[in-house]
């Protein structure tokens, strides 16, 4: 075994030329009231790796340009379609009438784990929310799921950007495995 070179992964990408045709999931994530430009630089990174269809920051989720923000980013403001909305529900309620099951990641009374979404939940609107106050219980009245990933210490949740990475490619997998 041995690391591939910087060469040999680059073969392994999309090519930037081809980035606004690629084939996406059709998966939008809302991501409203993040408060940290370094999690939503994280989430737009990870969301360029899957390949999702868009991402709407709302609320007061900063938006690019950012010099913090594109510090984790690593460019990826440039590949994933975005845009900025303050009011979520707007957004959630036009994808709902859209076809979209609108499904977010919170621990409520009805969550299931996140890998038991199925197929037949696309297309699908994730919405991730606040670092400490999560998705708003306006937003999570507006869902059809509610999705958690399980915790087994003594804290009950992760970093936003982190779970969102384990659910984004959790989603990811159960689309491509169609």
């Given amino acids: 075994m041995r690391k591939l070179t910087h060469a040999e992964i680059s073969k392994k990408?999309?090519?930037?030329?081809?980035?606004?045709?690629?084939?996406?999931?059709?998966?939008?994530?809302?991501?409203?009231?993040?408060?940290?430009?370094?999690?939503?630089?994280?989430?737009?990174?990870?969301?360029?790796?899957?390949?999702?269809?868009?991402?709407?920051?709302?609320?007061?989720?900063?938006?690019?340009?950012?010099?913090?923000?594109?510090?984790?980013?690593?460019?990826?403001t440039k590949s994933v379609p975005w845009e900025y909305t303050k009011h979520p529900l707007d957004i959630i309620l036009n994808l709902k009438?859209?076809?979209?099951?609108?499904?977010?990641?919170?621990?409520?009374?009805?969550?299931?784990?996140?890998?038991?979404?199925?197929?037949?939940?696309?297309p699908l609107c994730l919405v991730i929310g606040n670092e400490i106050s999560g998705v708003s219980e306006e937003v999570v009245a507006s869902c059809n799921l509610a999705i958690e990933i399980p915790m087994h210490g003594i804290k009950q949740s992760l970093n936003v950007a982190v779970a969102y990475g384990i659910a984004i490619f959790e989603l990811a997998r159960i689309w491509r495995a169609r």
């Fill in 13 to 76: 990408r999309v090519p930037e030329s081809q980035i606004e045709s690629a084939a996406r999931i059709p998966l939008v994530v809302v991501v409203d009231n993040v408060r940290s430009l370094y999690n939503v630089g994280s989430i737009f990174r990870t969301s360029d790796g899957a390949m999702i269809e868009k991402l709407v920051l709302a609320g007061y989720t900063p938006h690019p340009p950012r010099r913090e923000i594109e510090k984790t980013a690593l460019g990826s």
């Fill in 97 to 122: 009438e859209r076809g979209y099951r609108i499904c977010c990641l919170e621990l409520t009374d009805k969550s299931i784990q996140y890998n038991n979404v199925t197929i037949a939940e696309f």
